[in-house]
């Protein structure tokens, strides 16, 4: 058994109350969570049933639209105004079978209200003979008014409910025979539409997506019902008794606003929920000929909300019991942690001597390193003296074989054979010690430059002059290696002033032009000055095969070349000088594809006064 001490209680009850709280904020956040989902799905619902709303209103204004047009149609055509019977006959005949779905017939009416014809309609209960419907709304609005009517709904003889659609038959006349006669329009009579109200709700039902189940319901602007599932409510305000009686009392204040929401002519959908069962009812305005006239309802019934409940509900069980266990659990695991701690101690405490073992013998190892780091610095050091001694050694004879040969080149003044190949000779020794020279300056320069000894000894001069000696130079030197006449050096002098270390600068722009004339066999190279902004800057521009793509990213390392003309340290220098400048230097293929660029540029605003 292991004894717990009064600090080992504390940390024992912490345990267990951190794993409790967060087995409550667990379940804190999982009801918000649930709750939000909820919200979420009835606004998808709501959405949802909007646009289906939305869709069959559209389907419904397209039928209704194409009645209107064959009236439209209809009245305006030479038979009916010439009125010619059997072509009349003819005409609502077709309009009846094209509109058949919605349409239970079409009919003529003369000015006095007679029947003249009518289409051969389903169910209509017209026999041969001659009917007087001079007294119906739909004849005596278009007599009065001489404009489209559509009736409310309205029961036939035959019991069937319908709604009219009416267009006048207006005959035009001139009153007088001049050009300027004035233009009458004359009632003549209606052209009718019979619409089955049962036949429009069946075909919006039919439209309904199978997979949401869902009732459809049309008033008019009145609130009167033109369809609605219980065919006893058509005809019926909605505030009407055989309505309101037929709405649970719990929701009979809900239902009536929302249904007076929807006459006001906008879009909507809101929710009625009853029972934990939930209804989304959506609705929108029907819109014929450029009036108002209808609203279309869908009633969607769900149980979103009872479902969620009841998961939320099982979450909130499942919660409780997931606290109590995560409880019973930290306990028990802080009971085993406690008990375990003594062994841990002391298998902790036989790691603590392994591991001071083992730091003992990195701290040998370490000194160890560090003389050997030692031993490498003086070798280091050994070596760049040996490179520096070796690179002086080699220039001390350098310069007495230039003196001498280039004395004994002066001196070659005759014109036989025998002369010109002395002298060829001699000019030989001079390139050749000249190239040793070069070289010898340039280990100087890389030793100076490694072991950060490069100076400056910085003046003020004009930078037209160094490019100017420059030129002159390489075209000497290009003469000398007999290249004088297949490469244009191009340069146009312009004076900026700089304060800068002028053998340096020189240094640089040697190089790069050396690196032009070495590869560029034909063509031209541009060396051009100007300013940029605050800086000096200066490109060297050939017509050569271009930079190496494999060695362009590391063109200025050391010892970087795939040429066996040179040794690779020239950029190397001009770049380490023009960075002790603070200026920065590189290099491109051109976009030509013809040649490379190099360019640097250094300060120029640090000019003492």
């Known amino acids: 058994m292991v004894a717990f001490s009064k600090k080992n209680v504390i940390l024992l009850f ?5 794993g409790t709280s967060l087995s409550i904020l667990s379940y804190q956040y999982s009801s918000v969570t649930a709750n939000d989902i909820a919200d979420i799905a009835s606004q998808e619902i709501r959405s949802n049933a909007r646009i289906e709303a939305h869709d069959l209103s559209e389907l419904l204004m397209h039928d209704m639209q194409s009645i209107t047009k064959n009236l439209a149609t209809l009245s305006d055509s030479p038979a009916v105004q010439n009125n010619n019977t059997q072509l009349i006959q003819l005409l609502i005949d077709n309009a009846q079978t094209s509109t058949g779905s919605l349409t239970d017939g079409y009919y003529v009416l003369d000015k006095k209200g007679q029947l003249l014809a009518w289409s051969n309609s389903n169910g209509s209960g017209l026999a041969s003979g001659t009917f007087d419907l001079g007294s119906q709304e739909y004849f005596r609005f278009p007599e009065s008014t001489h404009l489209p009517f559509i009736t409310t709904v309205m029961t036939s003889a035959d019991n069937v409910p319908r709604l009219y659609v009416a267009y006048p038959i207006m005959a035009t006349t001139k009153n007088g025979n001049s050009n300027s006669a004035k233009i009458d329009k004359l009632f003549e009579g209606v052209i009718v539409a019979a619409v089955n109200v049962n036949s429009i709700g069946n075909s919006l039902q039919g439209e309904l997506s199978p997979e949401i189940i869902s009732n459809v ?11 609605a599932r219980n065919h006893s409510l058509i005809g019926k305000n909605y505030t009407s008794s055989e309505f309101q009686s037929a709405i649970p009392i719990e929701i009979k204040d809900a239902y009536n606003g929302i249904l007076g929401h929807s006459l006001q002519g906008k879009s909507g959908a809101e929710d009625i929920t009853l029972r934990d069962n939930t209804t989304t009812i959506s609705y929108q305005p029907i819109t014929i000929d450029g009036k108002r006239l209808w609203t279309l309802y869908i009633g969607s019934p769900h149980s979103l909300t009872s479902d969620v ?14 606290v109590v266990a995560i409880g019973i659990i930290a306990v028990g695991m802080a ?16 790691r603590t001597q392994e591991l001071r073992k083992a730091n003992d013998s990195l701290i040998e190892s370490n000194k160890l390193l560090a003389s050997a780091n030692e031993q490498l610095k003086v070798h280091d050091k050994m070596q760049n003296e040996f490179i520096n001694v070796a690179a002086h050694e080699l220039r001390t004879p350098i310069m007495p074989i230039l003196g001498d040969a280039e004395y004994i080149e002066h001196k070659f003044t005759g014109t036989d054979d025998v002369a010109k190949v002395d002298k060829e000779t001699v000019s030989s020794i001079i390139r050749n010690a000249k190239r040793l020279d070069r070289l010898a300056t340039d280990i100087l320069d890389v030793t100076r430059i490694e072991s ?4 400056l000894n910085k003046e003020t001069f004009d930078i037209n002059e160094v490019l100017s000696g420059c030129i002159k130079d390489s075209r000497e030197q290009m003469l000398n290696d007999h290249r004088d006449g ?34 560029t066999s034909e063509g031209s190279i541009s060396l051009m000055a100007c300013r940029n902004g605050e800086d000096l800057l200066v490109s060297v521009r050939d017509t050569g095969p271009g930079i190496d793509p494999e060695v362009l990213p590391k063109l200025f390392s050391k010892f ?3 040429s066996d003309r040179g040794t690779g340290l020239g950029l190397f220098i001009s770049k380490s000088i023009v960075d002790a400048h603070g200026g920065k230097i590189w290099a491109e293929n051109n976009a030509s594809g013809v040649g490379s660029t190099f360019r640097f540029s250094i300060p120029t605003c640090n000019i003492p006064s």
């Open 14 to 18: 912490a345990i267990a109350a951190i």
């Open 217 to 227: 319901g049309l008033m008019d602007k009145n609130g009167v019902f033109l369809y």
């Open 309 to 322: 409940g009841l998961l939320i509900d099982q979450q909130k069980n499942f919660s409780t019991l997931a």
């Open 335 to 350: 009971f085993l942690i406690l008990s375990w701690n003594r062994r841990l101690q002391a298998a902790v405490g036989i």
């Open 452 to 455: 950060k000894s490069l100076k």
């Open 486 to 519: 297949g490469v244009e050096i191009k340069y146009i002098p312009k004076s900026i002033v700089v304060h800068a270390d002028k053998g340096r600068i020189t240094q640089v722009i040697t190089n790069l032009l050396r690196n032009a004339i070495k590869f």
């Open 560 to 562: 970087v070349t795939k």
